[in-house]
């Protein structure tokens, strides 16, 4: 792994995510007669981690959140020393896709930042729900966020399919979580939106890197231990003939 190349691919990634995700909640969600509602913002962030896993998953995993390579530590499939780059690249992708989304809403005459897609619980819940709710909806769905990435991206599962089935993941995870939280799983892109709103959602954004990790993490030991392909025993069987004869004078394979 290029850990330089990894890094700008999260930056980059993440960025997107934030843009597109956000994006389509903040212009297009509420845009009249044609908004499209939290069903579309919802497609709209599965959307992004597809389209990324395809682009930067051979080059960097396409983490895109913190939550995710917390969960990935814990299951034995990304190393530690690499988790503190890849959040710093994440949470500064995420504020830069948020920046830029700034930049583009801040052009309508009468603008007015609101919520800026903000994650927020209480009475800064979509749904008016409770902290102790909010807090169970994004570990729950960060855990289950995080069965599907190791399970889609086992050594074991069908090849080719795992982003389909984590943009169709997080799509649904949206569409359950949006009314309660806004939906974050994301602590990176909880944090771009919060340095923008500030105020409130800068008091509420430790729910939003708490619950996400825990969720993540929860998944990635449960998986290790109870779903991991245990290695088999040594063998000590005579290896095959190779299936052709190697030139003279040459070891077979070279």
Not at 84 to 95: E, K, M
Not at 237 to 242: E, H, Q, R, S
Request: glycine share 12%.
């Amino acid at each position: 792994m290029n850990l330089s190349k990894s890094l700008l691919a999260e930056f980059l990634g993440t960025a997107w995510l934030v843009f597109g995700g956000c994006g389509a909640a903040v212009l297009a969600a509420a845009y009249p007669g044609l908004g499209i509602g939290f069903a579309g913002v919802a497609l709209a962030f599965g959307l992004t981690v597809l389209t990324m896993a395809f682009a930067i998953g051979h080059i960097s995993g396409c983490h895109l959140n913190p939550a995710v390579s917390v969960g990935l530590v814990a299951g034995k499939r990304f190393p530690l020393g690499h988790l503190l780059p890849y959040i710093v690249a994440q949470v500064l992708g995420a504020t830069a896709g948020a920046e830029i989304l700034y930049v583009i809403a801040r052009g309508k005459p009468g603008f007015v930042l609101g919520s800026f897609a903000a994650n927020g619980y209480a009475a800064h819940s979509p749904g008016g729900y409770s902290l102790e709710a909010c807090f169970v909806a994004e570990m729950v769905l960060t855990f289950f966020f995080l069965m599907i990435i190791l399970g889609s991206t086992d050594i074991r599962a069908p090849k080719g399919f795992a982003p389909i089935a984590i943009g169709l993941g997080l799509t649904l995870i949206h569409l359950v979580g949006i009314p309660v939280t806004n939906t974050s799983v994301n602590p990176a892109r909880s944090t771009s939106q919060a340095l923008f709103v500030r105020g409130w959602a800068l008091s509420q954004l430790w729910l939003f890197w708490v619950a996400p990790i825990a969720g993540g993490l929860l998944a990635g030991l449960i998986y290790k231990v109870f779903f991991a392909e245990t290695p088999a025993p040594a063998s000590h069987a005579v290896p095959a003939k190779p299936e052709y004869e190697p030139l003279p004078g040459t070891a077979a394979g070279d």
